[in-house]
């Protein structure tokens, strides 16, 4: 199965910019999928994180993911097996897009942090790697 994944470097993540429609009410930041991330979203979830705890610590043969904080602050960690990228995550108008084959951790930076995930995919459990060392061997094996 991994022989015949499409892989991107850690060049392919990309930080999404949303517009913010303010007025006296307050905001609206509205996430247009085909638009905005150039795909159908398939799943959504959200992970409510408490200070200084990790999460993620996987990455995915096939799904593409976003990540949006809706509240708090995420530090996210990113790598290919050979380059690296983190960023911080504490505002909504801002999406994080993580490729298919690149290992992801989130590091909650503040109490009641919520990030909100798009997938490109339906959950399957045999879509995960969750051991690192075979995720360095898997991609250094497809390319």
Known sequence: ML????MDGIN?????????????RGALIAIQFQKHLNLSIER????????????????????????????GSC???CDDGEDSFSQILSDPSKILKIPNMIW???KYLSENTILIVFCDLDYS??????DYDYFIKARKNSS
């Open 3 to 6: 022989n015949s994944i499409i």
């Open 12 to 24: 392919a993540i990309e930080l999404i910019d949303l517009n913010i429609n303010k007025d006296e």
């Open 44 to 71: 959504s979830f959200l992970v409510f994180g408490k200070k200084h705890f990790t999460r993620g610590n996987h990455a995915h043969i096939e799904c593409n993911q976003f990540l949006c904080c809706i509240s």
């Open 75 to 77: 530090e996210v960690k």
């Open 104 to 106: 992801s951790t989130q």
């Open 125 to 130: 459990e045999k879509d995960y790697i969750r």
